[in-house]
């Protein structure tokens, strides 16, 4: 029998004009390929900047331009994402199997839209999809590489559920876990972290492009 959700969402978020934050209360790790603060990192906060019509469009350096941004608010420490989806829109969704949890929350757009394997093009557009995905337990290094992997595979997923494309070309994802208690080994299909951790990556994904395809069509 599925259990209940026994925790609560791990992270507060956090509103400013131009910036989503998501604040642990204790430092857990994260890994992804963030534009600021990738690989693996211990740190308190996740953010995403929502950018302004071609904002960074002549800027030489998108990358220390986006450090400087986060340092201006107070920002530095967090693993950071940029956006050009509309100010302060975005998607969160939960899930649970037996006794895991993962809950995920995320930006999602879909102007630069493209399946993968297609030819070299430049972007035409900064439209991304920048996704983090938080786990309930503790995991080693190869099972958050396992769990990274099922988070893309499951925005490929609910991709391909709403159309031809597989993602877009400058797509970002983190999954997070907390530092304390016992790392579990594998995060795959076949193990109950790995099953919260896809359906909530999913979930979130496909709800937020069903939005921006309504938004846009």
């Not at 953010?47 to 002549?58: F, G, N």
């Not at 030489?60 to 956006?83: H, I, K, N, S």
């Not at 590489?145 to 031809?164: F, I």
Request: proline fraction near 6%; hydrophobic fraction near 45%; glycine fraction near 8%.
């Amino acid at each position: 029998m599925v259990k209940s959700l026994v925790m609560p969402v791990p992270y507060t978020l956090e509103t400013r004009e131009r910036w989503l934050v998501a604040r642990f209360a204790e430092p857990w790790m994260v890994l992804s390929w963030a534009v600021v603060n990738g690989g693996y990192q211990r740190t308190s906060s996740v953010v995403w900047l929502y950018l302004k019509l071609h904002e960074i469009a002549d800027v030489p350096d998108p990358v220390a331009w986006m450090r400087g941004q986060m340092y201006q608010e107070q920002l530095a420490g967090a693993v950071g994402f940029m956006t050009s989806r509309r100010a302060l829109e975005w998607v969160e969704a939960e899930a649970n199997e037996a006794d895991a949890q993962a809950w995920a929350v995320g930006t999602v757009g879909l102007s630069n839209a493209m399946r993968v394997g297609d030819p070299l093009k430049p972007p035409g557009s900064w439209g991304t999809i920048n996704l983090l995905v938080a786990s309930s337990v503790a995991l080693t290094p190869e099972a958050a590489l396992e769990a990274l992997a099922l988070v893309s595979e499951a925005k490929t997923a609910a991709m391909r559920d709403l159309g031809p494309h597989t993602g877009t070309g400058t797509d970002y994802m983190a999954i997070a876990w907390p530092c304390a208690g016992a790392p579990q080994p594998y995060a795959g299909k076949h193990t109950a972290q790995g099953a919260a951790i896809g359906r909530a990556a999913y979930q979130a994904v496909h709800r937020g492009a069903s939005l921006w395809l309504k938004e846009f069509a």
